[in-house]
């Protein structure tokens, strides 16, 4: 009789998390082609699981809706978490907690965010869990006692960086370091994005929640100063359309900006090119490490993109988010922490923000200091297939 096929589910609970959990996904499926692989994404559903489940033909299972959050209700912030709650979010939760406790017979489960997510999975499913944890580290804050005391219950944590694994193992957790598996996906293909000969290729990572739209209007506007103080050079933005992103709602936020793109079908990943002044622009879908790998620094507003970029060697410039004072006072210092010197928060008025791109992109020794941080606090790629062989090892020794 031939062995059974391992059966794994994988939860993420966020987009970013989303994304690492499709890297996973193909890396198991490269290790065991035969494994039973379904992905529950918590927080956005099918939208945040995006191409990484087409890729790796991972089935996206379980109960989600977008929330107006879009999963950023951490540290208490009161104003989306309630947000959140007139959307549906108790119900939601109540469903989702459900469908976990039918997952009994799962061989393994891997929790792919931060400890709720593995809470709910060790709490709910009681079946052996192996926790990616990405949501903390020691360059920020560390995990509390009452983290630290659900995360013992894994079979096994990766943390996300050398200093959270020693700091979780001191404390008891069956913590290591393997690789920080946001960098698997950050591969470049080699395609060809037509960016104009010359030109100075800068990327735009607009994030994938709901103010996405918004940044890259406001980015447009920023690049198009940097164009004019930076002309006869010409200038190309790169504007990442992350998955499951609105792609009309993106291309009405370019138009108000200055910026008519229309659908672009000769070159695979390129959705659209056009310009605003004497900025070119390319709306760029699925060849995200190709944009990075193409441009000398990144505007970002992401959470996980301005860290793959960053882990690249790109000097990733951010400003406060628009329109959300709460999220300003912890997300993004939050990243800056973890990040450090890759990362510069401009403030976040046009011709100011454009002077500062200016000045960074003048200043190559400040340059490569970032480059060179960015790449050190990031870490290499290659944890994918290391937490891919534990699950499939922890998978097999409990039927």
């Given at each position: 009789m031939s062995p059974k096929a391992p059966n794994i589910l994988l939860v993420s609970n966020g987009y970013g998390e989303a994304a690492i959990a499709g890297y996973l996904a193909a890396a198991i499926?490269?290790?065991a082609p035969d494994a039973i692989v379904e992905h529950f994404p918590m927080v956005g559903g099918p939208d945040a699981a995006g191409a990484a489940a087409d890729a790796t033909q991972t089935r996206v299972v379980g109960p989600a809706a977008r929330m107006p959050s879009g999963g950023l209700i951490a540290y208490w912030n009161i104003r989306n978490l309630m947000r959140d709650i007139g959307a549906g979010l108790l119900s939601l939760t109540a469903r989702q907690f459900a469908f976990l406790r039918r997952q009994r017979a799962r061989d393994a489960i891997v929790a792919v965010g931060d400890v709720y997510c593995a809470a709910a999975c060790l709490v709910f499913a009681r079946r052996p869990t192996v926790f990616v944890a990405t949501a903390k580290s020691e360059y920020v804050a560390g995990h509390s006692g009452l983290e630290r005391a659900v995360a013992r219950r894994a079979r096994a944590v990766f943390a996300r960086d050398p200093a959270t694994a020693a700091a979780l193992a001191a404390q008891g957790?069956?913590?290591?370091?393997?690789?920080?598996l946001m960098m698997d996906g950050v591969r470049p293909t080699g395609a060809d994005l037509g960016e104009p000969a010359g030109a100075l290729a800068i990327a735009v990572l607009p994030g994938s929640r709901n103010d996405?739209?918004?940044?890259?209007?406001?980015?447009?506007?920023?690049?198009?100063?940097?164009?004019?103080?930076?002309?006869?050079?010409?200038v190309h933005a790169f504007i990442s359309l992350a998955p499951g992103a609105d792609q009309a709602a993106m291309l009405a936020a370019c138009a108000q900006a200055g910026a008519i793109l229309t659908p672009?079908?000769?070159r695979a990943g390129v959705v659209a090119t056009g310009s605003a002044g004497a900025l070119t622009i390319s709306l760029v879908s699925g060849l995200f490490a190709d944009m990075l790998s193409?441009?000398?620094?990144?505007?970002?507003?992401?959470?996980?993109?301005?860290?793959?970029?960053?882990g690249l060697g790109l000097p990733v410039i951010a400003s406060s988010p628009r329109g959300d004072p709460a999220r300003v006072g912890w997300y993004r210092m939050r990243q800056?922490?973890?990040?450090?010197?890759?990362?510069?928060?401009l403030p976040d008025e046009d011709r100011e923000f454009a002077h500062g791109v200016v000045s960074l992109l003048g200043d190559g020794p400040r340059m490569r200091m970032m480059g060179e941080t960015g790449r050190a606090r990031m870490g290499g790629p290659g944890g994918a297939d290391e937490v891919a062989q534990a699950v499939l090892?922890?998978?097999?020794?409990?039927?």
């Open positions: 499926a490269a290790r957790v069956p913590a290591r370091y393997a690789g920080n996405a739209p918004a940044n890259a209007s406001a980015a447009i506007r920023r690049l198009v100063l940097v164009a004019q103080m930076l002309a006869p050079r010409p672009s079908g000769a193409r441009s000398v620094i990144a505007l970002g507003q992401a959470g996980t993109a301005n860290e793959q970029a960053a800056q922490r973890l990040l450090g010197d890759a990362l510069l928060v090892a922890l998978a097999s020794h409990h039927p």
